[in-house]
T-cell receptor
Framework: DAGVIQSPRHEVTEMGQEVTLRCKPISGHNSLFWYRQTMMRGLELLIYFNNNVPIDDSGMPEDRFSAKMPNASFSTLKIQPSEPRDSAVYFC?????????????FGDGTRLSIL | EDKVVQSPLSLVVHEGDTVTLNCSYEVTNFRSLLWYKQEKKAPTFLFMLTSSGIEKKSGRLSSILDKKELFSILNITATQTGDSAVYLCAVGNNNDMRFGAGTRLTVKP
């Protein structure tokens, strides 16, 4: 039973570069979530999708961040241009239903370092 | 502003001890409270609580919710070194899932 799959596992790049993080949710899950985790701010919800539609992106820090879900089995989180303060672990999670209804299952995360 | 506060922030115990982790919250339109365990990678789901006073139990772990006093506790009995992790509490409503800062539990042999 495959869990949430994220790629890449690690990304190191220079500031100003575009970064694309990828996520494959658990098959059959209707909701997908992107989180960012830092020592200073803990886990923060960035955006979530229900049935491939973005529902709430109020957690997205700036216009440099964008997320898409073109189909039920794939989502991307893009940062362009990247900045050192974007360095964090980015988690993708999925659940059967929307926020607060079902537990979320997390991927292993992408550790992003912007130099 | 909605918030989730966990205590203590860190805890060191010896194997066999019993621990209680606390989570208090102020969240509008509460739907559920969830507990996760995070070791080196992804948070893994432990419990989801929606109703007051109903204990959820899984092995040595148990949790309960008090919606009147707005808190939950996570109990771990007969702790083992494998219980060492960060335990996260999260509260969800229709629009957000807000996580606490976590309690770092260290269990020494």
């Amino acid at each position: 039973d495959a869990g949430v799959i994220q790629s890449p596992r690690h990304e190191v790049t220079e500031m100003g570069q575009e970064v694309t993080l990828r996520c494959k949710p658990i098959s059959g899950h209707n909701s997908l979530f992107w989180y960012r985790q830092t020592m200073m701010r803990g886990l923060e919800l960035l955006i979530y999708f229900n049935n491939n539609v973005p529902i709430d992106d109020s957690g997205m820090p700036e216009d440099r961040f964008s997320a898409k879900m073109p189909n039920a089995s794939f989502s991307t989180l893009k940062i362009q241009p990247s900045e050192p303060r974007d360095s964090a672990v980015y988690f993708c999670a999925s659940s059967l239903q929307g926020l607060g209804n079902q537990p979320q299952h997390f991927g292993d995360g992408t550790r992003l370092s912007i130099l | 502003e909605d918030k989730v506060v966990q205590s203590p922030l860190s805890l060191v115990v010896h194997e066999g001890d019993t621990v209680t982790l606390n989570c208090s919250y102020e969240v509008t339109n509460f739907r559920s409270l969830l507990w996760y365990k995070q070791e080196k990678k992804a948070p893994t789901f432990l419990f989801m609580l929606t109703s007051s006073g109903i204990e959820k139990k899984s092995g040595r772990l148990s949790s309960i919710l008090d919606k009147k006093e707005l808190f939950s506790i996570l109990n771990i009995t007969a702790t083992q070194t494998g219980d060492s992790a960060v335990y996260l509490c999260a509260v969800g409503n229709n629009n957000d899932m807000r996580f606490g800062a976590g309690t770092r539990l260290t269990v020494k042999p």
